[in-house]
């Protein structure tokens, strides 16, 4: 029962978890978009069966939408009951003219900065699921056995606003129920500090459209005296900021604690280097609200984002329609203190504000979830920091992330767990954009950095 | 020679004009696409094998972009020597689910306000230049012979800019100068009165897009601290009018001059129905200048417009993107005093002076083309008008036009010639938009309508 034997056997397998990894991530499984529902069934059914091969008793579960996988495995041992999440479902691909390969023919590169597996849903999230699977693999290989209970629970719809999770979760509550819950879905702080996350923002996604005449119409016969619902959203969305960054929806920053001072003082000890982390991607200046500095921007403080935008004649050349309707797709990250409810109702009634007396105005609610803060003061914190901290060249560090991963939050609200997140993502693995890409690096030691961590967390106790 | 003999003719004839207008319709010249060139050369075809069926000395002409067809006849006549203009290109056809027809399969349709032809075209233009064609075949059948000498002139770029029409108006210059240009384009009044048109707006049209990040962005990871190239364009769109809805543009009114009070008076006294135009499109509020009356907001005063607006995810469900771009679509309507490339550099600076450091942003000029103001001194025009008178119940009155028919302009600036606008369309006609139709009585009536005209302006002078 050695570590060093089991990281040995990890090195060996690379190759052969590799093509396990390429076989997963070449089913397009999209969960947002109805057409590709049946690939969401194919990805739950390879989780099943990869699951059952390392002797995990694994079933795919039907939902009212994209299926879960739930896998259980009690081989004794003394740790705790660890509960590992992951998704299987993966972002749309558009602009798909963008991507240098097919996005589901992943492909393996050499670049400058090393080795990456380019793809859909490398990164975000089946290459990081993989490494926790892996390294259950390779200590079953080793061992014989697993070193403690485990509860798989993988998901399809995490990119689409997770509807069926929080029933299914309080529908299966006792068998899900564990000691503490396992998520790789995150990444590593500055691409290169191990990284535990304790504070995750929320979200509140929105879609609405404006309407104002019945149909579209000429711009010339009918312009200046009809209204134009281009006009009335850009109004609506230009006046979601004040000229300092702030949100200007009602009641927005009610209830936010202030940064701790401790807080405050570790994350200057972090050394963010914003320039570099904006430079990354073609910025230099920090685009939220001025009084804050940029750790807080992305890690506590709340935005307002438009993520689409759509309306009239958007083909090539020109033409001179006054457009019937118009439509946006707008995002709210949370954080401590707000409700996803009062968010909402505040944009709509933001919204609403605005709307001319001849519009009319209809909103697609998306999902919503509250910022999820962990509790740090559990041991089992510390003695996975401590082996992370053994396997990556840096310290490992509990951050912040700007993301929202509903379901940190879903496993204390409905299960009373708590949640610890690690992951191995770069910044410029580009989820949710074309060319994604997850190092081979982030996906060899992840899986290296598992195995520590269930080596450390089973440990027989004092 | 009968002018009730030609309009017996043309009474007789109609299914047959109306075969022919089918024919010409099914061809999908859609100008600013460039899959459909090849339907613009067959339109272009059509028309030129059309008017040498009547006699016409007719070819199609290339030019840099779709071909012009120019015709010529001189049988005799006591008449002055007329150009008669149309364009055989046709709008965009999308958001195509919303016909009720395929658009390029023009269907004849009896409706609870009488027969109409429905088809993208029927009304702009396709419809409306074959009553000129179809009244001169009718002379001739009758006759022998036209009336006076006179040129045809069609292009097949009037709804993409027209970027070829002056260069080929300066080129053949000679052949195409004529006493005055024949128009139909344009509008009955409110759908009744017989007009023509003696103000016609002019057009700026633009696309810009604003560029943030070198790549779509996560809006987790970097909301709050990346700048939103959606937000930027919101922004810049969302001032352009100020809450009085006055074009906020440096300089924008500078220049135009107010109505007199005999255009007032007479404008007036059309006892225009805005409550009933708008509520045909499901509005009731103008939404211009606050303090103009509805017809100078669509007629007289200028007006800025955003016609398309595309960026981030569009698709079915949400995706969390921070995009990399935002597009608009933005065209100016203006008035007699503005100059259009004012007007396209006061926007460039309102969109440059908004545009944070971070951002990038680009422009495309589509077209512009200023306002056209007909001399109705011409005596052609009252004979024009009491001919008009007799075709139809109401009495034919000289009117504005809020749309942008910048040939009109054209046939001054490079020719030295009056034009006079007179055309058969009716509010409802839903042209650049889905469904597009022309009445049956438009076509029927229009046909009678050019005869009247055609024998007034050539009775031998006293």
Redesign the interface.
């Known amino acids: 029962m050695s570590l060093s034997a089991i990281l040995s056997r990890i090195d060996d397998q690379l190759p052969n978890a590799t093509e396990r990894l390429l076989e997963f991530l070449r089913i397009p499984s999209i969960?947002?978009?109805?057409e590709y529902s049946g690939a969401c069934q194919d990805a739950a059914d390879w989780l099943v069966k990869d699951l059952q091969s390392i002797g995990i008793d694994a079933q795919k579960r039907e939902t009212p939408g994209h299926p879960m996988v739930v896998g259980h495995v009690n081989e004794g041992g003394t740790g705790p009951h660890l509960l590992f999440y992951g998704h299987y479902d993966v972002?749309?691909v558009?602009?798909i003219e963008?991507w240098t390969n097919d996005p589901f023919d992943p492909r393996v590169e050499d670049t400058a900065k090393g080795q990456v597996i380019r793809g859909r849903g490398t990164s975000d999230d089946k290459g990081q699921l993989m490494t926790f699977v892996e390294a259950c693999r390779a200590y079953r290989d080793v061992n014989g056995s697993l070193p403690c209970r485990i509860t798989f629970f993988f998901e399809g719809e995490e990119?689409?606003?997770s509807p069926s999770l929080v029933p299914f979760m309080e529908q299966h509550a006792d068998e899900l129920r564990a000691d503490l819950a396992l998520i790789c879905d995150t990444?590593m702080f500055q691409s290169k500090t191990p990284a535990i996350v304790t504070m995750l923002?929320g979200?509140v996604?929105e879609?609405l459209t404006v309407t104002?005449?019945?149909?579209?119409?000429?711009?010339?016969?009918?312009?200046?005296?009809?209204?134009?619902p281009?006009?009335v959203?850009?109004?609506i969305?230009?006046?979601?900021?004040d000229e300092t960054g702030r949100v200007t929806l009602d009641g927005f920053y009610d209830g936010i604690p202030d940064l701790t001072p401790q807080m405050r003082a570790q994350w200057d000890g972090l050394g963010f280097d914003?320039a570099s982390?904006?430079g990354d991607?073609?910025?230099?200046?920090?685009?939220?609200e001025a009084d804050r500095m940029?750790l807080e921007?992305?890690w506590s403080?709340?935005?307002a984002?438009?993520?689409?935008?759509?309306?009239?004649?958007?083909?090539?050349?020109?033409?001179?329609?006054?457009?019937a309707k118009?439509?946006?797709?707008v995002?709210f990250?949370l954080v401590e203190g707000q409700i996803p409810d009062r968010v909402r109702d505040a944009f709509r009634a933001h919204a609403v504000a605005r709307l001319?007396?001849?519009c009319k105005i209809s909103f697609t609610a998306?999902?919503g979830s509250s910022a999820g803060i962990m509790r740090t003061d559990d041991p089992a914190f510390e003695a996975a920091r401590v082996a992370l901290s053994d396997e990556w060249p840096q310290e490992a560090a509990y951050v912040g992330?700007?993301?929202?991963i509903p379901i940190a939050g879903h496993f204390g609200t409905v299960l009373g767990m708590n949640a610890m997140l690690i992951g191995f993502g770069k910044?410029d693995d580009?989820?949710?954009?074309?060319n994604e890409k997850y190092d081979m690096e982030s996906f060899h030691k992840g899986t290296r950095s598992w195995a520590r961590i269930l080596d450390a967390l089973c440990q027989p106790k004092d």
């Open positions: 969960s947002t978009d109805p972002q749309p558009d602009p963008l990119e689409s606003g990444g923002r979200m996604t879609e104002g005449p019945d149909m579209d119409l000429h711009s010339g016969f009918f312009g200046g005296l009809a209204i134009n281009i006009r959203l850009s109004q969305l230009a006046d979601l900021h914003h982390f904006l991607v073609g910025l230099s200046v920090p685009a939220g940029p921007m992305i403080r709340p935005t984002e438009v993520n689409g935008i759509w309306g009239g004649y958007t083909g090539a050349g020109f033409k001179t329609v006054l457009p118009a439509s946006a797709k995002s990250r001319p007396a001849d998306h999902g992330c700007g993301g929202s910044d580009a989820i949710h954009s074309p």
